[in-house]
């Protein structure tokens, strides 16, 4: 089982950029694809990235395709997430996952680890 801590949520500006990590205990980190999801309030929670285990295979939401970019570093067990030109729309609760498999889903149900989750919050 791998076990997922997020960090580097915040409130931003409209137009500005954070970067969220998700540091991972275990030691299947690196035969795991990894997954970013996130639920704003009143929502269901929602697909944003996912990478393979090698960090080879990319899959983005459409929603944020060309202002996210999803990455890992397999030797610090992290993954990360970079925000660009972030919207209001993207306020959410970001939530780091594990997939029980090496390829990339964007369906929860391949995910059997997660994080508490990191609060992204987008000013107007």
């Known amino acids: 089982q791998v076990q997922l801590v997020e960090s580097g949520g915040g409130l931003v500006q409209a137009g500005g950029s954070l970067r969220l990590s998700c540091a991972a205990s275990?030691?299947?980190?690196?035969?795991?694809?990894m997954g970013w999801f996130r639920q704003a309030p009143g929502k269901e929670r929602e697909f944003a990235a996912a990478?393979?285990?090698?960090?080879?295979?990319?899959y983005y939401a459409d929603s944020v395709k060309g202002r996210f970019t999803i990455s890992r570093d397999n030797a610090k067990n992290t993954v990360y997430l970079q925000m660009n030109s972030l919207k209001p729309e993207d306020t959410a609760v970001y939530y780091c996952?594990?997939?029980?498999?090496?390829?990339?889903?964007?369906?929860?149900?391949?995910?059997?680890?997660w994080g508490q989750g990191t609060q992204v919050t987008v000013s107007s």
């Open positions: 990478i393979s285990w090698s960090g080879g295979s990319r």
């Open positions: 275990g030691r299947t980190f690196s035969s795991s694809a």
């Open positions: 996952a594990a997939a029980a498999r090496r390829t990339i889903s964007d369906h929860p149900d391949d995910f059997r680890s």
